[in-house]
């Protein structure tokens, strides 16, 4: 089923998510809805919180090809090593018509469960690293903005709010 995805400024998306404890069907379930929802967008990441549930689970596919064979499920995902650094482009499917660079770690290490509850470590860098580090700030209520400098974000909070206005 496809979820509407929250959009910036929406609250829900300030939240913190929690550990999954044990993967059940509604957490199968949650990554289909995430995978269709990514999918339709379309986008390269998705992570639980945007659909508004509070659970450390990302997906990410930057295949571009848009169907479920290069699926990255990452459930309870932690960065266990970085280095290097990137300063790419990025754009949010909760953050709408605004795009920016962002300083990241060119290189990590990301260990997770897969829906399977199998321990897996995936070797990341430029574009995957990239989202691996995206997709995890979302799980601790952090969006790309929020990495902005202060004028930055500033001028990013005006122009969002503009368009709100606009959309009322
Ligand atoms: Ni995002």
Not at 25 to 51: C, F, H, I, K, T
Not at 133 to 157: A, C, Y
């Amino acid at each position: 089923m496809i979820r509407t995805i929250l959009t910036y400024p929406n609250p829900e998306l300030k939240k913190k998510s929690a550990p999954v404890t044990i993967i059940t069907d509604s957490v199968r379930e949650l990554v289909r809805d995430m995978a269709e929802s990514m999918y339709a967008a379309p986008g390269v990441g998705l992570a639980a919180p945007q659909l508004g549930i509070h659970q450390r689970v990302i997906i990410i596919d930057i295949s571009g090809k848009n169907e479920p064979p290069d699926l990255i499920v990452a459930i309870n995902p932690t960065i266990i090593h970085a280095e290097g650094e990137a300063y790419e482009e990025e754009g949010c499917l909760s953050v709408l018509d605004y795009a920016a660079n962002v300083k990241r770690y060119a290189r990590v290490i990301v260990k997770a469960l897969d829906l399977e509850g199998a321990e897996r470590t995936w070797n990341a860098e430029d574009l995957l690293a990239i989202a691996f580090q995206h997709e995890i700030d979302h799980l601790d209520g952090i969006l790309f903005v929020d990495h902005l400098s202060t004028l930055k974000r500033e001028l990013f909070q005006r122009k969002a709010r503009k368009a709100a206005e606009e959309r009322r």
